[in-house]
């Protein structure tokens, strides 16, 4: 009762107008730089963090948040739309959200995804709300060698699910898995695979290589198929959601929600871990599973809630120990010092007009974020009405410009070209390129985790199966890369 009480507190907070008017400006922007790639929510909020010296602190935060919940539903729309996800934890969502484009169910995919977002943003909140304190006790029991053998489980469950073969999903994710060494080594501080080139020292930005990959390889791919380039994609449905679609994507919707928050309230969970693996559920639980990989909305339901919800979570570790678990929350946790707040187990006591005026915010916006983007679903359908070499060059050109915007390198544009055409070559041999990225991402934390265990247990490699939590991923695992296999083999025998 006492937390519905605060939470009233935070909505008397939140619905004064001039509050409702940070709210609204903050979902706006959030959603319409959600849409570019190279900016994000992150960028966005720390190019405004001048205004902390002007603005007042429940104000600002009520800003960030409803920036930080708008860019996760803005980066959805150019993955649907174009196949260049605008967030990396929005890379799982281009792969069956632009076939469907493709086949002109764009404004469907469209819609499941908004109202995904809303559900998994509101269950989110409530989580946020009634169970984080429990969530945090959770967390802190993750040691080193637990998150290393849950990011090998991660790594195996996307190699295996996605592509047509388990051998090239391995290769594609050492080839991002390489990428992601690029850049100083952390621990010994020696640079490595940088060839002399300064801009290299930071390693490879996530960003260039999904735009990369994505953006720039399906361009390249379908210029390389005339005929298939010329053509324009028709709208077929009539601006929404069927019945059919409703009946399978609420499903999707509370299994990606229930996935997304406990990861993002993890240390050092974030988005994108839960997004891949709301994949890989959504398609051993599909009754439709021929249709993954051709435009299936269930893989477009699950992981946008999957990635709405960890933005939720990623909240919770910020807010109750201080502790960022995303570049977003670094430079929230930046501007909280800019009014001499610090974040952690006081937080709540000694700030609680904030605190529950953030999370209440946080309802208001959702509800926002679902009214303005629902009404454009058929307008940002329309962009695929454009022939499709102008639409593809349009793509290159605000990929250049988004890739250059980054950090004003001409490497990065040389890598994203590089990269680009690595993905072209992926595309036409039938390799997925999700793994590229997913290896990048994960790589340097399972090593640092792996080095970190190492250094703890004294070198004993025990330690990864001795530990309950880190024997049980390991396990899982083991039967999720032996089960296909075994599968296989049972059907060449029963044929027999």
């Given amino acids: 009762m006492e937390t519905l009480s605060l939470l009233a507190d935070g909505f008397a907070v939140a619905l004064q107008p001039v509050n409702l008017l940070w709210a609204l400006v903050g979902v706006t922007l959030g959603t319409a730089v959600g849409v570019l790639p190279g900016l994000g929510p992150a960028l966005t909020i720390a190019l405004l ?196 679609d409703w009946r399978r994507s609420w499903k999707p919707w509370l299994r990606g929600s229930a996935l997304g928050f406990p990861f993002g309230a993890l240390p050092a969970g974030g988005a994108e871990v839960p997004t891949f693996i709301s994949y890989f559920l959504e398609k051993k639980l599909s009754k439709h599973p021929e249709q993954f990989g051709h435009g299936a909305i269930e893989g477009v339901a699950g992981p946008e809630a999957a990635n709405n919800a960890a933005a939720a979570g990623v909240l919770v570790p910020m807010l109750a120990l201080g502790l960022p678990t995303s570049a977003t929350a670094a430079i929230m946790l930046s501007a909280f010092q800019s009014y001499g707040i610090n974040p952690g187990p006081l937080l709540l006591q000694n700030q609680p007009e904030l605190v529950w005026g953030l999370i209440a915010s946080l309802y208001v916006g959702n509800v926002m974020l679902l009214v ?72 340097p934390f399972a090593e640092q985790e792996f080095r970190r265990a190492m250094t703890i247990s004294g070198g004993d490699v025990t330690v990864l199966v001795t530990r309950p939590l880190s024997a049980t991923l390991l396990t899982l695992t083991v039967i999720l890369l032996c089960l296909p296999l075994l599968l296989r083999l049972r059907g060449l025998r029963r044929r027999r």
């Fill in 49 to 244: 963090l001048p205004i902390t010296f002007h603005v007042p602190v429940t104000a600002a935060f009520i800003l960030f948040a409803g920036i930080y919940y708008g860019g996760m539903y803005g980066g959805s729309t150019t993955s649907i739309l174009l196949n260049t996800p605008g967030e990396s934890a929005t890379i799982i969502t281009a792969l069956e959200g632009h076939k469907m484009a493709r086949k002109g169910r764009a404004a469907a995919a469209l819609a499941t995804a908004a109202i995904g977002s809303f559900v998994a943003g509101t269950i989110g909140t409530l989580g946020l709300t009634f169970v984080a304190p429990p969530l945090v006790e959770l967390a802190l029991q993750f040691g080193p060698a637990d998150y290393f053998s849950l990011m090998v489980l991660a790594f195996v469950a996307v190699s295996a699910v996605l592509g047509n073969s388990v051998l090239r999903g391995l290769t594609a994710l050492a080839f991002g898995l390489l990428l992601g060494l690029v850049g100083v080594d952390l621990q010994t501080g020696q640079p490595r695979f940088t060839f002399g080139i300064p801009e290299l020292l930071d390693g490879i930005n996530v960003v260039i290589v999904a735009v990369g990959l994505f953006a720039v390889g399906e361009t390249l791919y379908l210029a390389a198929r005339p005929k298939a380039a010329a053509t324009v994609m028709a709208l077929k449905d009539g601006g929404g959601m069927t019945k059919e």
């Fill in 372 to 443: 303005l983007n629902l009404p454009m679903v058929r307008l940002w359908a329309k962009i695929l009405s454009i022939p499709a070499p102008w639409l593809y060059g349009g793509i290159l050109v605000f990929a250049t410009i988004g890739t250059y915007g980054i950090s004003q390198s001409p490497v990065d544009l040389v890598l994203l070209y590089a990269i680009g055409g690595i993905g072209y070559l992926m595309r036409r041999f039938d390799f997925p390129t999700a793994p590229v990225v997913i290896g990048l991402i994960l790589g």
